[in-house]
């Protein structure tokens, strides 16, 4: 195959110029001269290699980069890139995406989607689950709702892979969850996500985002014509919550409420 071809040609290589070319696959297709030296431990090294890899047309450097002050760099082929990353172990792959991830945070990345992936498989759940959030929140700026979606929804797995799960971080992400899947027109599971967030606002005597998830628990059920029965048990919840004090959000709540009763029968 050609990959077989490409991983045997990169055999030959010095073992040093090896380790910078696998280094270099943990950031992807494109990478940085700086990003590379922090994985390798040796900027000499990596600086002398990377030009005789330019050399042997392995990599090429890119006239411009995306990162101030820093040089970068392509693999000339997606194959190279693919060889060099099947050489790595399974911890030498966790350590990269680690430590890329450091990096490239520190350098100024935006890019919060490779961010989370990184920090994903470098086993940090916790970053991973940030910038899948922050993943999630830029695409709603876009109104691109599935991507929300799908974000959100790793965000929460991130979460749960951390083992000690931050409730309120949770519930808050559920609630977004949530919001998404309406603006989506995924009513149904919108429903699911605001009805979990519903129940661990009460455990936690959460009133706001009680009141969030029984307002978006409202809407996800009134847009496709359901009964309001279960809205208006959570809207009372919250309405029940609230000390009396926030008048904004208890006409909401009310207003919310009115709407339920009326998609239930009981106009009086």
Known sequence: TIL???????????????????????????FWRGGVAALVGDEAATDRWLATL?????????????????????????????AAYATLTESDRVTGHRLAGKWLSAAGETNTVALAEHFERGKEPARAAVHWE?????ANKLLAHEES???????????????????????????????A??????????????????????????????????????????????????????LREALNMLDGSEQALMAQLLSALARAL???????
């Open 181 to 234: 899947h309406v603006r989506g027109g995924e009513y149904l599971q919108a429903r699911e996500s605001f009805e979990q967030a519903a129940h661990l606002a009460t455990q936690m005597g959460d009133a706001h985002e009680l009141a969030r998830a029984a307002l978006g628990f409202e809407t996800a059920s009134w847009s496709p014509g359901l009964p309001g029965v279960a809205a208006a048990r959570w």
């Open 149 to 179: 979606v799908r974000y959100y929804g790793l965000a929460l797995q991130a979460m749960d892979a951390g083992g000690d799960v931050d409730v309120v971080a949770r519930c808050r992400m559920l609630n977004a969850l949530g919001e």
């Open 54 to 82: 330019a050399a042997q047309e392995i990599v090429q450097a890119r006239p411009e980069s995306r990162f101030e002050r820093e040089r970068e760099y392509v693999f000339r082929h997606s194959f190279v890139r693919e």
């Open 262 to 268: 009326i998609f239930s029968g009981e106009e009086e």
């Open 4 to 30: 077989a071809t490409v991983a045997a040609r990169l055999d030959r290589l010095d073992p040093d110029a090896r380790r910078v070319l696998r280094a270099a696959s943990v950031f992807g297709q494109v």
């Open 134 to 138: 922050r993943a999630a929140e830029q």
